[in-house]
């Protein structure tokens, strides 16, 4: 069971909003920067937004990311069907002195 | 460009040794943080291990402490896992990563697979 927990799978119809949570502790989102990665099938993840809101040169601005005290939230708005992928919040855990990846989300698009 | 380029993955019985090599260029490499995360089959992402830029300070899962050892060149721009009494969990794609500069990853390579069987 991974430390930070996010919801295993959302869907959402082509157009619409969809909202991915990750929930962690005091000693992880509440201490550090949130990064949220992008997995296709078959290839390695790539950074989607990092620093819980900032997004790297070549992510659209349809995603974006936020944090709140020991949660973070991903948004991805009009959705298609490229962005039918697995999801991943990461961050670093002082407790554990380690870092931690979320579960991982898998996004349908409908 | 950043480029992270894994070898050393393969096939090996359990209880056997492997060590992991990750050539990087395109950024200077003794200015970041490196780590190795590792996805099993149908799985999610689990982070293995990290190497501060000096390569003095280390971190491990508790999953694999004792048994994995990550260290640096800086003068090779190559970093290393070195796995040792592997066991049929340690079955992964295994990717370097480096880090940014608050403390998360920013760059994967492709991934190197290792295979544990009997």
């Known amino acids: 069971q991974s430390v930070l927990t996010q919801p295993p799978s959302v869907s959402a119809a082509a157009g619409q909003k969809v909202t991915i949570s990750c929930s962690g502790s005091y000693s992880n989102i509440g201490r550090n920067f949130v990064s949220w990665y992008q997995q296709f099938p078959g290839t390695a993840p790539k950074l989607l937004i990092h620093e819980n809101y900032n997004r790297p040169s070549g992510t659209p601005d349809r995603f974006s990311g936020s944090k709140s005290g020991t949660s973070a939230t991903l948004d991805i708005t009009g959705l298609q069907t490229g962005d039918e992928a697995d999801y991943y919040c990461?961050?670093?855990?002082?407790?554990?002195?380690?870092?931690?990846f979320g579960g991982g989300t898998k996004l349908t698009v409908l | 460009e950043v480029q992270l380029l894994e070898s050393g993955g393969g096939l090996v019985q359990i209880g056997g040794s492997l060590r992991l090599s990750c050539a990087a260029s395109?950024?200077?490499?003794?200015?970041?943080?490196m780590n190795w995360v590792r996805q099993a089959p149908g799985r999610g992402l689990e982070w293995v291990s990290g190497?501060?830029?000096?390569?003095?300070?280390?971190h491990y899962a508790d999953s694999v402490r004792g048994r994995f050892t990550i260290s640096r060149d800086n003068s090779r721009d190559t970093v290393y896992l070195q796995i040792h009494r592997l066991t049929a969990d340690d079955t992964a794609t295994f990717y370097c990563?480096?880090?940014?500069?608050?403390?998360?990853?920013?760059?994967w390579g492709q991934g190197t697979l290792v295979t544990v069987s009997s």
């Open positions: 395109g950024f200077s490499f003794s200015g970041f943080g």
């Open positions: 990461g961050t670093w855990d002082h407790s554990l002195d380690a870092g931690i």
């Open positions: 190497v501060s830029p000096s390569g003095e300070t280390t």
């Open positions: 990563t480096k880090g940014d500069r608050s403390g998360g990853i920013d760059h």
